[in-house]
C-alpha cells in the first residue's frame, strides 16, 4: 500500500548492517536507509566501524542519546547521588551505565569547552551531532515541555573546524552496552 518508504536499522553491528545491505542487493530487496545508533559528543563508540559503514553506504544517521542519556544536562554531578525525580535515580543502571569516571572527564571537559565560548552542553550536544554529514536528524527526548523548548532553541551554533578539532581532541567516553 506504500506506507512504507524507506527502512532503516536500530542498534546492530557494523558487520550486521553491511550484511543486510550486500543480502538486500543480491536478493533486490529494499536496503536500509538509516540507521538509530547511540551517539553523542561523549559516547562515540561508532566512530571506529558504524560510522565508516554508514558514510561507505551513503546512509543516514539517526543519533539517540544526544545528551547521553542526561548526563550532559548538568542535573548530574560526579561523587553525588543522582536527584530524585531524574533517569538515573529511577533506573540505577542506566546511571551506572554512564557515571564512570571516563564519562566524568569527558564531561568535564565539554563542559569547559563550552563555558570558554559561553554556550550551554546541550547547545554542543545538538550542534556537534549535526556537524556531522551523516547525521541526518536528532531523536532528543523530552519529558517535559520546557525541555523540548530548549532542545529546538539549542540548535543554529555553527562550531568551526577549529572547535570540531578541539572536540576531537577531548577525552572520549564510553558507555557499555545496554543487554
Known sequence: QGKVRYIGCSNLAAWQMVDALWISKHLNLNRF?????EYSVIVREIEREMLPAINANGMGLLPYFPLASGL???KYSR????PADTRFAAWQR??????TGVNWDAVEHVQAFCAAR????LELAFNWLLSKSAVSSVI???????QLEQNVKAVGWKLTA??????????????TPLS
Open 79 to 82: 561523587n553525588t547521588l543522582p
Open 162 to 175: 577549529e572547535d570540531l578539532a578541539e572536540i576531537d581532541r577531548m577525552p572520549k567516553g564510553y558507555a
Open 94 to 99: 542506566l546511571g551506572d551505565r554512564y557515571t
Open 72 to 74: 550532559l544536562t548538568g
Open 33 to 37: 536507509v538509516s540507521v538509530q545508533a
Open 118 to 121: 559561553g554556550k550551554t552542553t
Open 140 to 146: 532528543a527526548g523530552a519529558t517535559k515541555p520546557e
